[in-house]
């Protein structure tokens, strides 16, 4: 049995990626190191809960529950995606950001090469550092972000996960260490937490609530179904050089109004609302400071060096989160309750964010 460490496996990304690793890889096992913050969700995986998926409650800040895991022999792998993940939030509080995106993953570093250098990890060990295309800053109308683009990062978010990538890629520089790091564009799919631009639209359309949109709307990103960005993670994990850099992205530019009304235009049939009922919600709201205007990515690397390609275009993606969504309200109801609903109301009263 092959056994890896998954941190934030609890939240949107990592539970896609604990579950696809188990469909996918029978003789693989995985330890899930969650804190549970307000956006990770232990029902994300608790009915993975088994000999194949040991959840563990705990911060990767933890340094004695860090020891305590990599005391165990022969872990093969780290996925790390355990992160403050919203930049609205990281521009209200970015501390949160710095103590677990750069302190935590230094701290994750630094437990794998300890147990490293003990010998205590299998000879394949690879640390997965997975991380974001935001680290690049922003693009004008042309051009796309490669390995070798310039790190410019503009929110609090971007700046400490940038810093956390520096520190990925020089822990194998200076002792060797087997780090690979990954910088994804946006993700949507099943599991994402209803804050975030897709799954606040479709939430907030069932509920006939306004849709705050940024700016004119006319921010883009190059979006990616979830699945896709798991089987990349595996494909990187499985066979990508270690001291390399991946970028992922879906091929799927989309200026965010564009994407609300695709989303509007869906739901109404759905929901069976006459055409155009759902984009009447659409409000303009003051643009994000530092909002950077497009993301795109050259995915040509790992398209060429490892042969992984998107399989889902938007159009089936989207369709697919729709359906995921509208069949598990249940689910958006019992995450937003509690804290996030409290967050909500003391930093937009009743507005929502995009
Ligand atoms: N969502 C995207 O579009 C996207 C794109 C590219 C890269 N990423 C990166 O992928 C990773 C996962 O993103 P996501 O959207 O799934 O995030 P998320 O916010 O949905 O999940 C984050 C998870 O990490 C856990 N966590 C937070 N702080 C922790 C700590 N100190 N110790 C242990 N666990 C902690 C949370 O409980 C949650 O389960 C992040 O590193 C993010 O930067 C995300």
Redesign the pocket.
Known sequence: MKRILV??????????FVRRVLDLRPDWSIIN?????????YG?VRDLEGDRHRFVH?????EELLADIFSEEGIAGVV???????VDRSILGPE?FV???VT?TFRLLQASLESWREGKLDPDFRFLH?????VYGSLGPEGLFTETTRYDPSSP?SAS?AAADHFARAYHRTYGLSTII???????GP???PE?LIPLMIFNIINERPLPVYGDGGNVRDW?F?ED?CDALLTVLENGRPGETYN?GGGAEKKNIEIVHIICDLMDERLDRPHGTSRKLITFVADRPGHDLRYAIDASKIEGELGWRPRHGFEDGIARTIDWYLDNMSWVEKITSGEYKRWMKENYGNRGTG
């Open positions: 941190t934030g496996g609890c939240g949107f990304i990592g539970a896609n190191l969650d804190a549970l913050t307000y956006a990770g969700n994300n705990g911060d990767i800040g933890d790390h995606f355990a992160a403050e993940s919203h949160a103590e677990t995106n935590g997975v991380s974001t295309d935001e978010y996960k990954t910088n994804c564009s946006n993700n949507y599991y994402q937490f975030k990616l979830v960005h992922i």
